[in-house]
């Protein structure tokens, strides 16, 4: 699986867009890109996942680079209840591998 | 209804003893995890278990043995329990091997303390 870096923290005002950066240089053509969030002394929590194309559900948006090296997630209006760790994960989609979680981004939203 | 339940949620025990947590998820997925989140918050896959036949086996100590029973169910069984073995360990289950939509669902975690 191609390696994720992610800024170990950040700050977002409540109300505000909170917008998480992953680099995954390394993806291969075949590689998905996966969010998840873990809020303190919680399982982790599914978010969003795409290949190519720029995604929205009713949690966040991903977009995805055109040369796919990089991704966004997107909180379009950041609550209090969104201060997480927030994991972006690359993996091939049809594996049967697990998922392995990085050090992820810790972000805290503020009032 | 709780998707993915573990139980404990908290276990304290001396080192040496042995102890299970388990984990049943009624979802109806065919595949499950076990995962270790450690005390720098790491999260680390154990074992994966697809229509009770183990996929995936991470470099785990033997002391550590998982059972399913059935599809529902993933148990983790540690023998001689050491201070390392101190950690959350998460339960989690996706449809499929191939986890096509990389949605796994996680249980609450339970936390396990060795003294």
Known sequence: ?111 | DTAVSQTPKYLVTQMGNDKSIKCEQNLGHDTMYWYKQDSKKFLKIMFSYNNKELIINETVPNRFSPKSPDKAHLNLHINSLELGDSAVYFCASSQGVAANTGELFFGEGSRLTVL
């Open chain 1, 1 to 111: 699986d191609a390696k994720t870096t992610q800024p170990t923290s950040m700050d977002c005002a409540e109300g505000r867009a909170a917008n998480l950066p992953c680099n995954h240089s390394t993806i291969s053509g075949n590689e998905y890109v996966y969010w998840y969030r873990q809020i303190h002394s919680q399982g982790p929590q599914y978010i969003i996942h795409g290949l190519k194309n720029n995604e929205t559900n009713e949690m966040a948006s991903l977009i995805i680079t055109e040369d796919r090296k990089s991704s966004t997630l997107i909180l379009p209006h950041a609550t209090l209840r969104d201060t997480a760790v927030y994991y972006c994960i690359v993996r091939v989609g049809n594996s049967g591998y697990a998922l392995n979680f990085g050090k992820g981004t810790s972000l805290l939203v503020t009032p």
